[in-house]
């Protein structure tokens, strides 16, 4: 018996060691030429990451390499939570590639190749810049609200309408099936029209309400009922709705506000009132690093 009772605690012990291990095994590994705090202590060079834990950069940035491939790279005076799948962007600027990240309520995922480059701004202002494949941005509900190729970038900020404000959105309406669709140049989403006499093959500017809860082909859930219509010039073929706003100078601001997102054309300004704007002016895609909204710059 005493021999049995021997084995049993040295079983559950190994037992404990390898649950023990599997909890507190690290995620990634965290790489600095300068000092960082994890977890508010203090660390050098690098250092093992585990789910959950905080990561703050003083003057150098941190390149972090997950277990599965995703790389975080954390820039100067930066600092957020990093989990397996995610990281929760507190302050500063992040570059993910294969990866995902939250900041402000907006939620940025690059799958695969794709890498983003993510800056927290002052006034809720999020800058998202798409540095190789595309980048998707979505709402804390889970609905599209952006969809950048690799060049864009946009500045986006939740608003407080919500979808009790009007949307506002500019590009060509084109027919599919019975159902006539406009793919926002600010954002790259494509929506549903209904009503509003809208005419195919025009460049135009639209108002109306998002339909709650509706679902067009294609499983989106970007439905607009259509109050006004205007047209706004440009052309539309072959080479998409944005390089034509891009001819005819752009309209400054659209807005999908049942989304609850604002975005600013940093090459115009902030926009007045609510809505979404893209941000036109492209960076240098090739350059190692390069810096989102039409600004070039250093990620350091």
Known sequence: MGLMNLKTVIVCAFSSLGLLSAATSGIGIAMSEGNILI???????????????TLETQSASSQIHLNGGAQLQLASDSRGTVFSDHVDLQKGSAS??????NASGLNVRA????????SMRD?????????????????????NVANLVPGRALDLRLQGAGANAPSKLTGCAVKSGGNTLLTDEAS??????????????????????????ATRPGGDAQVINVTSVKEVGGTCDAVGSAAAGASAGGAGSSSIVGVALVVVIVAVGAGAGVGIAAAAGAFNSNTSNALSSGRLGVFN
């Open 39 to 53: 977890n508010s202590a203090g660390a050098a060079g690098n250092a093992t990451i585990f789910n959950g834990s």
């Open 96 to 101: 993910i590639t294969g990866y995902s990240a």
């Open 111 to 118: 799958d695969g190749k794709a890498s983003a480059r993510i």
């Open 123 to 143: 006034q809720g202002v999020v800058e998202i810049a798409a540095l190789t494949g595309d980048v998707h941005v979505f709402n804390a509900a889970g609905l």
């Open 188 to 213: 790259n989403v494509t929506v549903q029209l209904n009503g509003g006499n809208v005419k195919t093959g025009r460049r135009v500017q639209i108002t109306g309400a998002m339909v709650p809860n």
